[in-house]
């Protein structure tokens, strides 16, 4: 079993609507959860970032963590066609592996016009 | 554009061949981190630099290996190439306990 499990979709949504994006996963101790996104032939951007349990909202993007769960999720409001990429969400311990992150598979996600 | 410059864009080798990647990192950036993204996975770390130090390496055999410079950019080795080692190879480049900038990435094909 992987520790970070993510559907890899694709998950297809029209314009306008939320994308629901999770990830599952076994190590209770990670502490630092992150979201990236990827388009085709680039490198992950960070997306979003949170410490511990809780949410976070950045425009249209609301991450929100369950330690209990152990389960987190990015929300993405009002989807454009330029949201179309796969999804990563990734996580680590402390800050002594920064940079040393647990990635999940990926979503791809396709929204369209 | 993230600063962080990777080389060659793309490569193919042959099985038991040696390959060296190189990234150049954004500058300021004291810490580089390498991954492997193979096709339809997210990436798997591979090691990190901090000055010129490995700090940390995740579950990859000894063939890889890995060299940061004074002005911090830095290498990945990988000897004795097997079919599997085809991926995208990522590297990011952070301040310690910063955002992590990537590249594009160096997508290798071992015939």
């Known amino acids: 079993q992987k520790e970070v499990e993510q559907d890899p979709g694709p998950l297809s949504v029209p314009e306008g609507a939320i994308v629901s994006l999770n990830c599952t996963y076994s190590n209770s101790a990670f502490q630092y959860f992150m979201w990236y996104r990827q388009y085709s032939r680039k490198g992950p951007e960070l997306l979003m970032y949170t410490y511990s349990s809780g949410n976070k909202e950045d425009g249209r993007f609301t991450a929100q963590v369950d330690k209990s769960s152990k389960y987190i999720s990015l929300f993405i409001r009002d989807s454009q066609p330029s949201d179309s990429a796969t999804y990563l969400c990734a996580m680590t311990l402390t800050t002594d592996s920064w940079g040393k992150f647990q990635f999940g598979a990926g979503t791809q996600v396709v929204v369209t016009p | 554009e993230t600063g962080v410059t990777q080389s060659p864009t793309h490569l193919i080798k042959t099985r038991g061949q040696q390959v060296t990647l190189r990234c150049s990192s954004q500058?300021?950036?004291?810490?580089v981190s390498w991954y492997q993204q193979a096709l339809g996975q997210g990436p798997q770390f591979i090691f990190q630099y901090y000055r010129e130090e490995e700090n940390g390496r995740g579950n990859f055999p000894p063939r890889f290996s890995g060299l940061q410079f004074p002005n911090y950019s830095s290498e990945l080795n990988v000897n004795a190439l097997e079919l599997d080692d085809s991926a995208l190879y990522l590297c990011?480049?952070?301040?310690?306990?910063?955002?992590?900038?990537f590249g594009e990435g160096s997508r290798l094909t071992v015939l």
């Open positions: 990011a480049s952070s301040l310690a306990v910063g955002e992590l900038f």
């Open positions: 500058s300021g950036h004291n810490t």
